[in-house]
């Protein structure tokens, strides 16, 4: 599985930005589909994932800022970030987790918000 992400860039703070992840194979739906991000100098931090099943989850620190989903017609995740602040500014990655368990990670795209 190979994912490749998009849509990040340079955005003021208050402002709105929506990622996206795209998957290669053709068991797309039978897997979970997330993102992490990492700030610069921290360690890497969940932010959400989306379930095979549909089940959603989010890390609690975004407050609902911060909205997952998935299209398995495009073998595709989203992120959309709202209210963005400052210490959203990270490399966002998208990983996916197999129906084995194997995990695949993008490249990362770049989040800068600036203050």
């Known amino acids: 599985v190979q994912l490749v992400e998009s849509g990040g860039g340079l955005v003021q703070a208050g402002g709105s930005l929506t990622l996206s992840c795209t998957a290669s194979?053709?068991?797309?739906?039978?897997?979970?589909i997330g993102w992490y991000r990492q700030p610069p100098g921290k360690s890497r931090e969940f932010v959400g994932i989306a379930r095979s099943g549909g089940v959603t989850n989010h890390a609690a620190f975004l407050r609902g800022r911060f909205t997952i989903s998935r299209d398995n017609a495009k073998n595709a995740a989203y992120l959309q970030m709202s209210n963005l602040k400052s210490e959203d500014t990270a490399v966002y990655y998208c990983?996916?987790?197999?129906?084995?368990?194997?995990?695949?990670w993008g490249q990362g795209t770049q989040v800068t918000v600036s203050s």
């Open positions: 194979g053709s068991t797309f739906r039978l897997g979970d």
């Open positions: 990983y996916y987790l197999d129906s084995l368990k194997f995990e695949y």
